[in-house]
């Protein structure tokens, strides 16, 4: 039987961590992140796939071929966590558990970065962790599928 998927889901900007702001994002590229993230989905009887866009309508698209296909979401949406409400929309019209996951904590960072659109629709929010936020977000994804079939 095929195994479920976690869709990891990575928004604007983020293809250039590791060289952008490392004082703030660390050092680690995307792919490590999304190589820890899937190793640890592949521990617990998962697959991952990984999409990064700087678009918005892309991450849009990416969340309706989710629907009904996927086991559940982890978003770090970047910037567009602070006003796209396409995205919340989007989100809500998906039927499996979302968590937000941040490298950073945005609410102790400039104002405009204190309000996530993302975290009405989510189970649960992972902020603040740096690269080790990858695998504890994917925990928590797994658990609230494993919880959700019990
Ligand atoms: C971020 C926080 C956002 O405010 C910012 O725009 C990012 C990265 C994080 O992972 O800490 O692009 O999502």
Same mark, same amino acid.
């Given at each position: 039987?095929?195994?479920?998927?976690?869709?990891?889901?990575?928004?604007?900007?983020?293809?250039?961590?590791?060289?952008?702001?490392?004082?703030?994002?660390?050092?680690?590229?995307?792919?490590?992140?999304?190589?820890?993230?899937?190793?640890?989905?592949?521990?617990?009887?998962?697959?991952?796939?990984?999409?990064? *866009?700087?678009? &918005?309508?892309?991450? +849009?698209?990416?969340?309706?071929?989710?629907? =009904?296909?996927?086991?559940?979401?982890? #978003?770090?949406?970047?910037?567009?966590?602070?006003?796209?409400?396409?995205?919340?929309?989007?989100?809500?019209?998906?039927?499996?558990?979302?968590?937000?996951?941040?490298?950073?904590?945005?609410?102790?960072?400039?104002?405009?970065?204190?309000? *996530?659109?993302? &975290?009405?629709?989510? +189970?649960?929010?992972?902020?603040?962790?740096? =690269?080790?936020?990858?695998?504890?977000? #994917?925990?928590?994804?797994?658990?609230?599928?494993?919880?959700?079939?019990?």
């Amino acid at each position: 039987m095929a195994r479920p998927v976690i869709l990891l889901m990575s928004g604007p900007n983020l293809n250039l961590l590791g060289d952008r702001e490392p004082e703030i994002y660390g050092t680690e590229t995307l792919m490590d992140h999304v190589a820890n993230a899937r190793e640890q989905a592949q521990e617990k009887g998962f697959d991952l796939e990984h999409v990064q *866009s700087n678009h &918005e309508g892309a991450l +849009i698209d990416a969340i309706h071929a989710a629907r =009904g296909r996927v086991a559940s979401i982890v #978003i770090n949406a970047g910037a567009l966590t602070h006003y796209s409400w396409s995205l919340h929309d989007a989100l809500s019209a998906y039927n499996g558990p979302v968590v937000e996951l941040h490298l950073s904590d945005p609410k102790s960072r400039e104002p405009w970065r204190h309000l *996530s659109v993302i &975290e009405p629709v989510a +189970i649960s929010s992972v902020v603040g962790k740096g =690269g080790a936020g990858y695998r504890e977000a #994917i925990d928590t994804a797994i658990n609230a599928c494993n919880n959700s079939d019990a």
